[in-house]
């Protein structure tokens, strides 16, 4: 079993398009983040929700928003995609309580945008 | 707010020397953890090591140990004997209440 799981993989798509990415822990952890990691390797921090509540929103702009139905998943709907929205999104999630827990990270969803 | 800092872009070693990647880091958090988390082409992301604020021992895994020096709020990854399967990005992660923040990254590249 996957302990978390984003789909899709990949994800090729036009500028103006709106598209989701989906993300799903079985680990029972309270706390999901979305990162963006750009062209040059650097992991920006979007978004973390504990217990379905949004606790960071890191100037994102508001094309992204993300959505925790449950606290086992969080995904994020994109609008108006841009070509510099192109970049590979993870998916990570943490127990949220216990400090010295690592996260644990989704295979990432590469977003190219044409 | 947290901010960490990882200084070289890029770093190249000879196979089995040892290489030292540097980190620092900004909070005013008394408890946290820090990380070092190391991303090969597959993209996956691995946890290499964890070091508790609150403990003096530096941790060591193997080959991979760190130097934290909580008062100049620095954590560097020391890589043993480095071995070619060691590149990769390595990222150095600060991890307080609710929220999870990483460097820039280092690129290590090991040559035969």
């Known amino acids: 079993d996957t302990a978390v799981s984003q789909t899709p993989k990949y994800l090729v798509t036009q500028m103006g398009n709106d598209k989701s990415i989906k993300c799903e822990q079985n680990l029972g952890h309270d706390t999901m983040y979305w990162y963006k990691q750009d062209s040059k390797k650097f992991l920006k921090i979007m978004f973390s929700y504990n217990n379905k509540e949004l606790i960071i929103n890191e100037t994102v702009p508001n094309r992204f928003s993300p959505k925790s139905p449950d606290k086992a998943h969080l995904n994020l709907h994109i609008n108006s995609l841009e070509l510099g929205d192109s970049a590979v999104y993870f998916c990570?999630?943490?127990?949220?309580?216990?400090?010295?827990?690592?996260?644990?990270f989704g295979q990432g969803t590469r977003l190219t945008v044409v | 707010a947290q901010t960490v800092t990882q200084s070289q872009p890029e770093m190249s070693v000879q196979e089995a020397e040892t290489v030292t990647l540097s980190c620092t880091y900004d909070?005013?958090?008394?408890?946290?953890?820090l990380f070092w988390y190391k991303q090969p082409p597959s993209r996956q992301m691995i946890l290499v090591i964890r070091q508790e604020a609150y403990k003096q021992q530096n941790a060591t895994e193997n080959r991979f140990s760190v130097n934290f020096q909580k008062a100049a709020k620095s954590f560097s990854l020391k890589i043993s004997d480095s071995q070619l399967g060691d590149a990769a990005m390595y990222f150095c992660?600060?991890?307080?209440?609710?929220?999870?923040?990483f460097g820039q990254g280092t690129r290590l590249t090991i040559n035969p």
């Open positions: 909070t005013s958090e008394s408890d946290y953890y």
């Open positions: 992660a600060f991890q307080g209440a609710q929220k999870l923040v």
């Open positions: 990570a999630s943490t127990p949220g309580d216990r400090l010295n827990t690592e996260a644990f």
